[in-house]
């Protein structure tokens, strides 16, 4: 144990304070500024001789020369360990509902609160026994969290294989009593509780093996899904002009992706929209488990009225948390809204710590920062023969919807999936609004890659058909081109666009897809249509439109849904048999 170190505050720029200590300084530590009664947590970001450059998680109003410093000695951390699921975190993991009702409405600087209730009970049933070898993040046992079985676990910070020396008996144990104790080869013995402490910006990496991604993350959104799928365990983002619709579309896609667990990152949004989401999500029940969707969700929230330097830690901090339920073998979706408000953060610090400027004044290490954030997702293979995985999609801000600014560019590098938000199919309010003609994936649907390449196709040819017709006009064009357009429109229309205010609509899962992306193509896609003129045409397609929405809004394999689907072929028939007649066949 070193002894307490202490320092003095030389120099304030904005959230950078600058200490001076005559005892070492250990890079990334955590240190408190004490103003008053006031204790301010920061972080050593930078050491310059026995000066210290520490970005400071609150405000940094009224604070002055000569201000006491103590180092802790501990990097920033995160608590970990059965509570977290239903809870409301800031970025530093203070949980805001408690500290509501400690401060009220206004919470106060410099107020830090134990993340977990340590004097709750949990019921621990231990799954090994005394003298038994284990490692670090292996299981010892569980207590019941939710609908989860949370397992306490080996430290993760712990090296080589242990003994157990004792495990408690099946009972109820709170967060402070030792539950089993572990003896490693030099005989040194190590205290297990069911909360352990991790650093936020290293990775826990106690499992076996990390796969490729490989299998589909089924978010039952179609145009997503079919089109430009997401892997369990891979990475995505949404880029997109304010007001495009990325917070709604990460919304839903928490609600109904199959995953088990949910962390929202609330990266500096607006606090009208992490309003709406801490007031919606205790009274949405989750469709699978008919529970709240609370129940499976961690919801880390720092909003743009909330100090800057706190952006970057509430999004390790979510991270950190996604892993430590990965390591249980659990699917977790991680949502960060949205890292250009990150990016923005680091910027700030990188201006006064007056480094060399990258690109639009973003710091030279943006991509390498933004790169390995990314790179904490994956599909890992857990040492008792189990899988978990974290997945992570992020949310990107782009000034004026431009997709060549850093930010944007830094993400493609390092994501398997892009789904650019365009301004254009909002303002023509087809949700979700991405685009297909420029967003792309790298993995595979579970829709055959012959169907979504025809889709592909059909979507491209329409768009080519639409700009010509807005130089040529309706009539400068083909009645053949003109019938590829509307197939285009069409396929937009029904499939890729979905009524999120619809409760059958608003989610499509898998099996559903396959059949109807199937019958779409058979039946549409690749059918020869031949029609007298154009306005026929237009007219056959409206009539098909109207009756496949009333189908998409039909419960699967409900005798409604079959009663739509021979509406719909009862049309496309009908469509048929009178371009035979016509072509007189």
């Known amino acids: 144990?070193?002894?307490?170190?202490?320092?003095?505050?030389?120099?304030?720029?904005?959230?950078?304070?600058?200490?001076?200590?005559?005892?070492?300084?250990?890079?990334?530590?955590?240190?408190?500024?004490?103003?008053?009664?006031?204790?301010?947590?920061?972080?050593?970001?930078?050491?310059?001789?026995?000066?210290?450059?520490?970005?400071?998680?609150?405000?940094?109003?009224?604070?002055?020369?000569?201000?006491?410093?103590?180092?802790?000695?501990?990097?920033?951390?995160?608590?970990?360990?059965?509570?977290?699921?239903?809870?409301?975190?800031?970025?530093?993991?203070?949980?805001?509902?408690?500290?509501?009702?400690?401060?009220?409405?206004?919470?106060?600087?410099?107020?830090?609160?134990?993340?977990?209730?340590?004097?709750?009970?949990?019921?621990?049933?231990?799954?090994?026994?005394?003298?038994?070898?284990?490692?670090?993040?292996?299981?010892?046992?569980?207590?019941?969290?939710?609908?989860?079985?949370?397992?306490?676990?080996?430290?993760?910070?712990?090296?080589?294989?242990?003994?157990?020396?004792?495990?408690?008996?099946?009972?109820?144990?709170?967060?402070?009593?030792?539950?089993?104790?572990?003896?490693?080869?030099?005989?040194?013995?190590?205290?297990?509780?069911?909360?352990?402490?991790?650093?936020?910006?290293?990775?826990?990496?106690?499992?076996?093996?990390?796969?490729?991604p490989a299998e589909p993350l089924v978010t039952k959104m179609r145009l997503i899904d079919s089109l430009f799928p997401v892997a369990r365990g891979g990475t995505y983002c949404i880029p997109g002009p304010f007001g495009a619709g990325k917070t709604v579309l990460q919304q839903l896609t928490s609600r109904h992706a199959e995953v088990d667990i949910v962390i929202i990152a609330a990266c500096g949004e607006r606090a009208g929209e992490v309003v709406e989401t801490l007031k919606t999500f205790p009274d949405i029940i989750d469709p699978r488990t008919k529970k709240p969707l609370s129940d499976r969700t961690v919801i880390i929230c720092n909003t743009s009225s909330m100090p800057v330097a706190a952006r970057e830690s509430s999004v390790y901090t979510a991270v950190t948390i996604a892993e430590y339920y990965r390591q249980m073998g659990l699917n977790v979706l991680l949502l960060a809204d949205s890292t250009s408000r990150w990016a923005q953060a680091m910027r700030e610090m990188s201006g006064r710590l007056e480094e060399i400027p990258g690109e639009e004044a973003f710091p030279a290490y943006l991509e390498s920062r933004i790169a390995s954030f990314y790179e904490r997702s994956g599909l890992v293979r857990l040492r008792d023969g189990s899988t978990g995985s974290v997945t992570i999609g992020g949310a990107v801000s782009p000034a004026g919807g431009n997709f060549e600014e850093p930010v944007t560019q830094a993400t493609l590098k390092v994501?398997?999936?892009?789904?650019?938000?365009?301004?254009?199919?909002?303002?023509?309010?087809?949700?979700?609004?991405?685009?297909?003609?420029?967003?792309?994936?790298?993995?595979?649907?579970?829709?055959?890659?012959?169907?979504?390449?025809?889709?592909?196709?059909?979507?491209?040819?329409?768009?080519?058909?639409?700009?010509?017709?807005?130089?040529?006009?309706?009539?400068?064009?083909?009645?053949?081109?003109?019938?590829?357009?509307?197939?285009?429109?069409?396929?937009?229309?029904?499939?890729?666009?979905?009524?999120?205010?619809?409760?059958?609509?608003?989610?499509?899962?898998?099996?559903?897809?396959?059949?109807?992306?199937?019958?779409?193509?058979?039946?549409v896609l690749e059918e020869e249509f031949y029609f007298p003129d154009k306005d026929k045409a237009l007219h056959f397609f409206q009539r098909l439109r109207q009756a496949w929405r009333g189908w998409n809004s039909s419960v699967w394999q409900s005798d409604e849904f079959k009663g739509a689907e021979n509406d719909v072929l009862s049309l496309i028939r009908e469509g048929l048999k009178k371009a035979r007649e016509a072509q007189g066949v």
């Open 415 to 523: 994501v398997g999936a892009f789904h650019g938000l365009s301004r254009q199919r909002s303002d023509a309010r087809r949700y979700p609004a991405i685009d297909p003609l420029i967003s792309w994936s790298k993995y595979k649907s579970f829709i055959d890659q012959k169907l979504v390449d025809k889709g592909h196709q059909s979507l491209s040819k329409s768009n080519d058909v639409s700009q010509m017709m807005k130089v040529v006009g309706e009539e400068g064009i083909s009645l053949a081109d003109y019938i590829d357009y509307l197939k285009g429109e069409f396929f937009d229309s029904v499939y890729l666009q979905q009524n999120a205010f619809d409760p059958v609509d608003e989610a499509t899962d898998a099996e559903r897809q396959i059949y109807i992306f199937t019958f779409l193509h058979d039946k």
């Open 1 to 212: 144990m070193n002894p307490k170190r202490s320092g003095k505050v030389i120099k304030i720029n904005g959230n950078m304070a600058v200490v001076r200590s005559d005892s070492f300084i250990v890079q990334n530590e955590v240190a408190y500024i004490i103003h008053g009664q006031e204790r301010l947590k920061s972080e050593v970001i930078r050491v310059q001789g026995k000066n210290a450059l520490m970005q400071v998680y609150e405000s940094t109003s009224g604070l002055k020369v000569g201000e006491d410093v103590e180092f802790t000695d501990e990097l920033l951390c995160v608590e970990l360990g059965p509570g977290l699921l239903g809870q409301i975190f800031d970025g530093l993991q203070n949980p805001l509902p408690r500290l509501a009702e400690v401060d009220g409405f206004f919470l106060k600087r410099g107020r830090y609160l134990a993340p977990l209730a340590e004097e709750s009970e949990w019921d621990f049933t231990p799954l090994l026994k005394a003298q038994d070898k284990v490692l670090a993040g292996d299981k010892l046992g569980f207590v019941p969290e939710k609908i989860f079985k949370h397992y306490i676990m080996a430290p993760f910070g712990l090296n080589g294989v242990l003994e157990i020396e004792s495990i408690s008996a099946p009972g109820r144990y709170n967060l402070r009593q030792e539950i089993a104790r572990l003896k490693d080869a030099q005989g040194k013995t190590y205290p297990v509780f069911m909360q352990q402490a991790w650093p936020v910006k290293i990775p826990i990496l106690a499992y076996a093996e990390k796969l490729k």
